[in-house]
């Protein structure tokens, strides 16, 4: 049974009130007022002077549970939510495993479940370790990117992105934070630039609760887990005002679904179900045995959630 045995994250010191990147990108003062009173967005951690390759190396090293083990590791995983990232032929990751001594690993991207592919990218690495005659075999999930574009910073009437970064040691199985299950819900009638769509928008943000919470409901009924059985739900953190309707329909305290980092934070891609899992083990939110669940989702649209044993 795949398990996370290691979590590390990487937050630029950086933090930018939501106003000063509104003005950079041409957000509208009705705009950032919904973002900040209806949505809960605060401040944003970005690195305006940082790369790529610096988010990724910063959260390696946030990782000493990787020291001394880098000849076990035999995938390096990049959960990316943008399609492209850098211009060709510039290759970050590839760059990354050879300064870090991970050469024998295997080393490729995961995309096109935009901000879901964090999910996708942790049941891809236990798939591919599964199949390891080594047991002591690891993969390295990485999730964390730019917002180099104006479409890479902001969703339109729903999020504002940061530059925080994750990663995640996984094994093939083991005590800690054993998946459980793992549910994904596509619905490509929403694929298409929302910013330039208003009808394809509305639909979109009219369906999402309902779809999301089908994708947790598919998680649960995998994992053979009722509602009441979870302590946490970590979400994706675009906003709080989602996770506050998803909470009134499915009757489960929102005070359980840790949003904290929607505020302080900022919505960091793929990389906030790690961000939020770090979150709440070092805060000791979660304790042995306890039952969560990872929920994110990405437009194009791919509604995603994870059941794990902590």
């Keep these: 049974m795949t398990a996370l045995e290691a979590v590390a994250v990487h937050l630029p010191h950086h933090a930018v009130p939501i106003e000063a990147v509104g003005e950079r990108i041409g957000l509208t003062p009705r705009q950032l007022r919904l973002f900040r009173r209806f949505h809960g967005l605060d401040q944003l951690r970005l690195d305006p002077d940082g790369t790529l390759p610096d988010l990724l ?26 399609p492209v990232a850098v211009p060709y032929p510039l290759n970050p990751l590839h760059d990354l495993i050879a300064r870090r001594g991970l050469s024998r690993a295997v080393a490729f991207t995961v995309t096109h479940h935009a901000c879901a592919v964090g999910l996708l990218a942790v049941d891809l690495a236990g798939r591919l370790l599964s199949g390891c005659q080594d047991p002591d075999a690891l993969a390295l999930v990485l999730a964390g990117e730019k917002t180099f574009t104006r479409d890479a910073q902001v969703v339109p009437e729903t999020g504002i992105f940061a530059e925080g970064a994750a990663a995640c040691v996984v094994r093939a199985s083991g005590e800690h934070d054993r998946v459980l299950s793992f549910a994904v819900r596509h619905r490509p009638e929403f694929d298409g630039r929302l910013a330039e769509d208003p009808d394809l928008l509305a639909r979109y943000q009219r369906e999402y609760p309902a779809v999301m919470i089908e994708a947790v409901e598919a998680a649960l009924d995998q994992a053979g887990l009722d509602l009441s059985d ?14 506050r309707m998803i909470c009134r329909r499915i009757g489960y305290p929102v005070e359980k679904v840790v949003l904290d980092n929607v505020r302080s934070v900022g919505h960091s891609f793929a990389a906030d179900g790690l961000i939020n899992l770090h979150t709440a083990t070092t805060r000791g939110l979660l304790r042995r045995g306890d039952r969560y669940l990872i929920a994110a989702a990405g437009i194009g649209a791919t509604f995603s959630a994870m059941a794990v044993e902590h």
């Design 57 to 82: 190396d910063a959260v390696v090293e946030a990782l000493p549970q990787l020291r001394g083990r880098e000849r076990h590791v035999r995938f390096v995983i990049h959960a990316r939510s943008m």
């Design 230 to 243: 979870l302590a946490a739900i970590l979400p994706h953190n675009v906003n709080q005002a989602s996770w």
